[in-house]
């Protein structure tokens, strides 16, 4: 085994000794970059993700959680100056639920449901007057804390003691709110009076006057009197109002005749005249049913008729009276001469039912008295002018006067009848080559980041760098052992012919070399052997 591990070794070491400087570079580098990629995946595999568990805490709420989720051995942090606790991912909803069914996190606040958990008999009004209070700043702070942008909310309620006597008159409540908001928010008007109004409807006898809203920041958040502008604030609202106006129309002619024409042949620009004048006014009209007779429904009709014939003295009455001044009853007398008199008198009664008509009219403030629309076109062929034909130039003409027709209220129309040479002087066409056309590139930006790219050519160009060298280093090994022919392992073999040394051997190599350099006592060697034989 030890003899196989160091073959393995000296192999390993051979072929390291036979690579070049760059090799060993290229290779360091692989084997580094291969190390740093595993480590981090199994950082990233083992690590644990923590997120907020809950946001906004005091630091007493805090402590309630954290000894919470020590005592569950569950892994927590604290972020953002104690505020906000996070736990692992995984166990987010299960320890709401768990919390929550503990009561965690107190907040110390009392809200209404104090009252059904503790009131008891033996609580005297201050004290019940003073959870009250208290329960009522929560639940406003609560409401606000609901509202977008608001992060937590502090309320303080002033409220004023009843009087003894009935008939004094209630002091009016005040309230301080701060608001806790996100940072770089901006609140509406429209929110900002919410606000004021969901305090005011929440407290009784709390006039808008008595509460004062700010932030943390102590920036204030003013109620504006819509009655109460000033004159730049209404002259800069009427001033967007005929912008809006203005561009509303300018889009639809726009898009209508970009259509027709291409979009970067036409330019439209629009001005109005816009009648900001609000009137009140009320009408109490009485008309008859029937307009064309001019009379109305008879509802009750009365008629009497009186007549008196007698003898001896003069009938009496009043003459019949001729032309207008006739009442509607008639009285006559006609006398004798033997003093004899008749007497009638005729008077008739008709109640007519009329059409009576109350209205009460509020007139838009935003009317369109007035509307101008200025078109550049530029022809087909930028440079030829006639390349538009005189019938395409007719029929924007007649589009744009459909607009102006359609737009301009008749009763605050400047002119008294809105004909069509009155709407062709407020429509102009121009047809002219555009020298001022901004040219854009037919290149389509993408949406992946330069950088990106960058990188990637970074990383395919160290990545061909690294293949060319590999290459390289093959083919440079391969001609050397072109050059230097095939090796073969040498093993230590002993030779066949090689004779083994013995004593015999040995002595015989000794005695050759005395013959060889010393002639004279080899003889004499020789001739004792011979005479002990």
Not at 77 to 91: F, L, Q, R
Not at 262 to 287: C, H, M, P, Y
Not at 307 to 315: C, K, P, R
Not at 505 to 526: C, G, I, V, W, Y
């Amino acid at each position: 085994m030890n003899e196989t591990l160091q073959r393995y070794i000296s192999k390993v070491k051979e072929y390291w000794s036979s690579r070049t400087k760059k090799q060993k570079t290229v290779m360091i580098g692989a084997a580094a970059i291969c190390i740093l990629l595993i480590a981090a995946a199994a950082i990233l595999s083992t690590r644990t993700t923590l997120v907020p568990l809950y946001s906004n805490l005091t630091p007493s709420e805090t402590g309630t959680i954290k000894e919470s989720l020590d005592t569950r051995g569950v892994v927590s942090e604290i972020a953002d100056g104690g505020t906000t606790i996070k736990v692992p991912e995984e166990v987010v909803d299960t320890l709401k639920v768990e919390l929550a069914a503990e009561g965690i996190p107190k907040s110390g606040s009392i809200d209404y449901s104090f009252f059904s958990q503790n009131a008891g008999i033996g609580m005297t009004e201050n004290e019940f007057n003073v959870l009250k209070l208290e329960a009522m700043q929560t639940e406003l702070a609560n409401l606000m804390k609901g509202i977008d942008g608001v992060n937590d909310a502090k309320v303080m309620i002033n409220l004023p003691e009843k009087g003894i006597f009935v008939n004094n008159s209630p002091e009016e409540a005040s309230a301080s709110i701060v608001l806790n908001t996100k940072p770089g928010y901006q609140f509406e008007e429209s929110q900002i009076q919410a606000l004021y109004h969901l305090a005011a409807k929440s407290i009784p006898n709390l006039p808008t006057d008595n509460i004062v809203i700010t932030n943390q920041f102590f920036e204030y958040f003013d109620l504006k009197n819509k009655q109460n502008s000033s004159p730049e604030s209404t002259f800069a609202a009427q001033h967007e109002i005929k912008k809006e106006i203005e561009r509303d129309v300018q889009r639809q002619v726009q898009n209508m005749l970009g259509t027709l024409m291409g979009q970067d042949k036409v330019v439209v620009s629009v001005t109005a005249d816009i009648d900001f004048t609000q009137e009140n006014r009320e009408e109490n009209l009485v008309t008859p049913v029937d307009e064309e007779n001019m009379e109305g429904i008879a509802i009750s009709a009365q008629k009497i008729t009186e007549t008196f014939t007698g003898n001896g003295e003069g009938a009496g009455g009043t003459p019949a009276l001729g032309g207008n001044d006739e009442p509607a009853g008639t009285d006559s007398y006609v006398a004798t001469g033997d003093s004899n008199g008749d007497y009638e008198r005729i008077e008739e009664t008709i109640n007519n039912e009329v059409n009576k008509i109350r209205r009460e009219i509020v007139e838009s403030p935003y009317k369109v008295r007035d509307l101008g629309i200025q078109v550049m076109v530029e022809p087909p062929t930028a440079d030829d002018p006639a390349s538009l034909p005189q019938e395409r130039i007719n029929d924007i003409t007649q589009i744009l006067g459909t607009v102006v027709r359609t737009t301009i209220n008749k009763d605050a129309a400047a002119d008294a009848e809105l004909t069509d040479e009155a709407i062709q002087e407020k429509i102009v066409v121009s047809v002219q080559p555009f020298n001022g056309k901004v040219e854009f590139s037919n290149e389509t930006s993408t949406s992946i980041p330069w950088w990106i790219y960058a990188i990637g050519g970074v990383l395919l160009l160290v990545i061909a760098l690294l293949i060319f060298l590999f290459v390289k280093a093959r083919k440079r090994q391969k001609q050397e052992e072109e050059i230097e022919g095939p090796t073969a392992e040498t093993f230590n073999l002993p030779d066949v012919n090689e004779e083994h040394e013995t004593e015999s051997t040995l002595r015989r190599k000794q005695l050759e070399k005395m013959a060889k350099e010393k002639p004279e006592d080899f003889a004499k060697l020789l001739r004792s052997w011979i005479a002990e034989d």
